[in-house]
């Protein structure tokens, strides 16, 4: 999940993807003349969204994910330009023809951070707590599908089985939400996870020394790291000695702490202070292509008025799509056509141009749907009743990327087809309970994911989000269904390209089911005294390789 973003649980959205007019690089390695990497230093990074829960087999969040990303290495590693899996805390693995167990060889030489050895007792007892139900996991569990059980085979061998064919679990495995605690610190803090600091103790490159609520978390070097993989810039511990994630949600105040030299690195920068820090020499934008699902309105489509066909399909074809995202993103993100982004694999372009901004047919598919009469506010009314939508703004502290700017926008453009759109502000509480129950008429939200069987997370009827899935429109549909399972069945690139071609036409085209916006981009500004700073599958930072010029 989770935005830059939210998962649907939490709503935090998290597209990223190509940025016309900007720097594209998964690392920003040293410039010339900067010589050699340096030992050392203390670099500030500052996010705009603070995660509601630190605890990675239970947070659905992506800044949890980005941030842990450092504190936790996971079973197998995806290069972000090929896609292709590695050796990580694995050194190899087989798959059964069935897709339905999977045998990991482990390293031998790890060690979480407080001592304890990292071993195959350590993958299950990570796994089989992400499964238990007292761990409330939801996107974590998801990860794992139909998983049922961990087998120790012996210290260095593990078998990890499911009931059913499952290809998506390397990509799975190779996330943070499946990384490992040491398994000492579950048995004491296990409670206490979702709070973050020194409980939380892993095998990676840094240590999670300290949180202050609503200010910033501070990760320190792990001296004894030695098992980066492969592909990394360098083997052995970090360069830097501290790392401290700062709370700014305030782009205004992200950009200018940057500009000041207060931080090294601002996330979430907004479209239009891009040019502004491109002139800025002092200043790098790094923008990084993303895979996952785009950010999009989903319809509840369980409920009145989204029950009818006709109804979902004039909102998606009353939306000035193009207009509203160049507006609000001065024409930096484009508008997007399905819910795949172009950087994930099986993204579709079959569906561009085919449901362009036509008010006109909007008008008419209302009128059909018996929509026919207005109210003195010019709001269409059918036996009485105002045509309204609910469609909550999402908590103040969880808004990013401008979204509220852009809901304005649509709202003026449903308004002119004479549909009221209400947009309630609610506690975070309040916000997912009622998503669970399926109470609201729409919601809004993106999902990045290095996998296209995001897909099945959002239209397959037997994930909603209370069952840590995004599929917000509650609908049932037996092709969505077979063809996101079907998806699971195989790791053929092209069989897989086929039927998720299959599900994006279907779901958007056919059923309209949701109306996909833009495709984001992860957008950095970067002090260029940074160097060496990568980029994960995710478009996440990591900062393993991550050196400051003295």
């Known amino acids: 999940m989770p935005r830059t ?22 690392t920003a ?61 694995a050194t190899s693995w087989e798959v059964s023809p069935d897709l339905r167990k999977y045998t990991f060889h482990l390293r031998t030489d790890v060690k979480f951070t407080d001592g304890t050895p990292f071993d195959a007792q350590a993958v299950k007892v990570n796994f089989d707590r992400v499964v238990a139900p007292e761990t409330k996991s939801q996107y974590a569990a998801g990860l794992l599908g139909p998983y049922t059980g961990t087998t120790v085979v012996d210290a260095s061998t593990v078998v990890v089985e499911f009931s059913k064919p499952f290809s998506p679990f390397l990509q799975a495995a190779s996330t943070p939400y499946l990384g490992f605690y040491s398994p000492a610190a579950i048995a004491a803090h296990g409670s206490q996870l979702a709070a973050g600091g020194p409980a939380d103790v892993g095998t990676g490159p840094f240590v999670f020394s300290s949180y202050t609520k609503g200010q910033s978390a501070v990760m320190t070097r792990n001296p004894d790291y030695a ?53 800025d020499k002092r200043i790098t934008v790094l923008n990084k292509p993303s895979p996952g699902a785009v950010y999009s309105l989903v319809f509840n489509a369980s409920k009145e008025p989204f029950n009818d066909i006709r109804v979902r399909q004039a909102v998606q074809r009353g939306i000035d799509v193009d207009a509203d995202v160049k507006s609000v993103y001065f024409g930096v993100y484009p508008r997007a056509w399905s819910t795949l982004s172009p950087a994930t694999a099986g993204a579709t372009t079959s569906l561009d141009n085919t449901w362009p901004h036509d008010p006109a047919l909007a008008e008419r598919l209302l009128d ?11 709001y269409r009314t059918k036996n009485g009743v105002v ?22 926008a649509i709202q003026a453009d449903l308004k002119k087809i004479g549909i009221e759109v209400q947009r309630p502000r609610k506690d975070v509480g309040t916000f997912v309970k009622d998503l669970y129950a399926g109470k609201d008429d729409m919601s809004d939200y993106s999902w990045s994911r290095a996998d296209p069987d995001v897909l099945r997370l959002y239209f397959n009827s037997a994930l909603p989000p209370s069952k840590g899935g995004a599929n917000g429109t509650f609908y049932h549909d037996a092709d969505l269904d077979a063809w996101t399972e079907e998806g699971l069945t195989t790791l053929d690139t092209a069989a897989r390209t086929a039927v ?14 949701s109306t996909p916006l833009y495709v984001g ?30």
């Open 521 to 550: 981009s992860a957008l950095f500004g970067v002090s260029a005294k940074v160097h060496g700073l990568a980029t994960d599958a995710n478009t996440w930072l990591v900062f393993h390789d991550t050196w400051l010029e003295q």
């Open 227 to 279: 098992w980066a993989p492969k592909n990394a810039a360098h083997q052995g511990p970090a360069y830097l000695d501290k790392l401290t994630f700062r709370f700014l949600p305030q782009d205004s105040v992200r950009v200018g702490a940057l500009q000041s030299g207060q931080l090294q690195i601002a996330k979430s920068v907004p479209p239009a202070n891009i040019r502004t820090l491109e002139a």
């Open 387 to 408: 045509l309204s939508l609910v469609w909550p703004m999402m908590p103040q502290a969880l808004i990013s990327q401008q979204h509220d700017i852009l809901g304005q």
């Open 500 to 513: 998720y071609t299959k599900v994006q036409e279907r779901a958007v085209g056919d059923l309209a089911l």
């Open 368 to 378: 059909q749907a018996g929509w026919t009469t207005r109210n003195a506010d010019g």
């Open 29 to 89: 390695g040293p410039r010339p003349g900067t010589g050699q990497p340096v030992q050392g230093g203390s670099l500030t990074y500052a996010v705009d969204t603070e995660p509601v829960s630190w605890d990675i087999a239970v947070s659905q969040q992506d800044v949890t994910g980005s941030i842990q990303r450092n504190v936790f290495d996971s079973l197998v590693y995806q290069d972000p330009g090929s896609g292709e899996f590695q050796p990580w805390l």
């Open 5 to 26: 973003g939210h998962s649907p649980a939490v709503l935090l959205a998290a597209a990223a993807l190509l940025l016309a007019g900007c720097t594209s690089a998964g």
